[in-house]
């Protein structure tokens, strides 16, 4: 399968910093990438959808000016948490998805994840 | 609405087989997915059907009725590292993944 890397792995910061993570497709163009929030002992819960060269979807309740998101090219997507809090310790996770030429979607994969510690 | 449906918790013995159950109401559909996501780690790909029927990949199986809206994860020859949760995933029109909430499966030596 495809490879999806991020980085970092783990990130511990204070309350009131900004955390990038960076999200790399390894071995394809990822037209579109996502961006999931964990929480332990809960499902996978989608924030953002972002295709290469044009502004993410958020979905309902996440907030576009908090969780800012940068898809510039076809191998990178970055989250950046703002001022970050401690309610927003989670595990953070992207996936990525190309497309082909008829228009189909490939299968989407997943990276390794970042687990954010907000102290 | 959209919803996939699977069960919370399931346990099984090693050496055995396991069947876990998936049913999906989506609007429109372009496949099902199954995940395999152990804990602490993100989810890795296992299967996708877009067709009626059944697809063989080693010890792993997935089935798919696209009229039953229901899709199944066959696990052969059970390993205790086959212990995790097993996410299955609708496509939708918009090509969108609608996730089930996961099926946390035990496996007892």
């Known amino acids: 399968g495809a490879v999806v890397s991020q980085h970092p792995s783990r990130v511990i910061c204070k309350s009131g910093t900004s955390v990038k993570i960076e999200c790399r497709s390894l071995?394809?163009?990822?037209?579109?990438m996502f961006w999931y929030r964990q929480f332990p002992k809960q499902s996978l819960m989608l924030m953002a959808t972002?295709?290469?060269?044009?502004?993410?979807?958020?979905e309902q309740g996440v907030e576009k000016d908090k969780f800012l998101i940068n898809h510039a090219s076809l191998t990178l997507s970055t989250l950046t948490v703002t001022s970050a809090h401690p309610e927003d310790s989670s595990f953070y996770i992207c996936?990525?998805?190309?497309?082909?030429?008829?228009?189909?979607?490939?299968?989407?994969?997943f990276g390794p994840g970042t687990r954010l510690l907000v102290l | 609405g959209q919803n996939i449906d699977q069960p919370t918790e399931m346990t099984a013995t090693e050496g055995a087989i396991v069947q876990i159950n998936c049913t999906y109401q989506?609007?429109?559909?372009?496949?099902l997915f199954w995940y395999q996501q152990h804990a602490g780690e993100a989810p890795t790909f296992l299967s996708y059907?877009?067709l009626d029927g059944l697809e063989e990949k080693g010890r792993f199986s997935s089935f798919l009725s696209r009229s039953k809206g229901y899709s199944y994860l066959l696990l052969k020859e059970l390993q205790m590292k086959d212990s995790a949760s097993y996410l299955c995933?609708?496509?939708?029109?918009?090509?969108?993944?609608?996730w089930g909430a996961g099926t946390k499966l035990i496996i007892k030596p």
């Open positions: 972002s295709n290469e060269g044009s502004k993410a979807t958020y």
């Open positions: 071995d394809f163009q990822a037209t579109t």
């Open positions: 059907n877009v």
């Open positions: 989506t609007s429109g559909f372009n496949g």
């Open positions: 995933a609708a496509m939708d029109s918009n090509y969108q993944l609608i």
């Open positions: 996936s990525a998805r190309s497309t082909k030429e008829d228009g189909f979607q490939e299968t989407q994969y």
